[in-house]
Nanobody
Framework: QVQLVESGGGLVQPGGSLRLSCLAS????????IGWFRQAPGKEREGVSC????????TYADSVKGRFTISKDNAKKLVYLQMSSLKPEDTAVYYC??????????????????WGQGTQVTVSS
């Protein structure tokens, strides 16, 4: 059974850092590309970053470029989202999900499935 579990969220001050983790089970990370998405209260879920199944390609939303870094450890079946220089507008529930793409990845919400339960990130002083 394909399953993703997010962790690492919490409360952080503006300018701080957090690292989110997405643990995969039921499949290996060379099968699917993985995306990170977020949803703030009253807003639509938006794509944040994704990494291809080979790890050779990554994509970032303009709002997080230069601040967030996605990576993965195939042996540990973990996908990370390192978040730095956090802003209050980064506050959201963060989700990871899978997408079946042979090459690359995208931040198109509708392409993804096997969503995790989410982890809350709150950026506030």
């Amino acid at each position: 059974q394909v399953q993703l579990v997010e962790s690492g969220g919490g409360l952080v001050q503006p300018g701080g850092s957090l690292r989110l983790s997405c643990l995969a089970s039921g499949f290996t990370l060379d099968v699917y590309a993985i995306g990170w998405f977020r949803q703030a209260p009253g807003k639509e879920r938006e794509g944040v970053s994704c990494i291809s199944r080979t790890g050779g390609s990554t994509t970032y939303a303009d709002s997080v470029k230069g601040r967030f870094t996605i990576s993965k450890d195939n042996a540990k079946k973990l996908v990370y989202l390192q978040m730095s220089s956090l802003k209050p507008e980064d506050t959201a529930v963060y989700y990871c999900a899978t997408v079946s793409r042979l090459l690359g990845c995208s931040l198109v919400n509708s392409e993804y499935k096997n969503w995790g339960q989410g982890t809350q990130v709150t950026v506030s002083s």
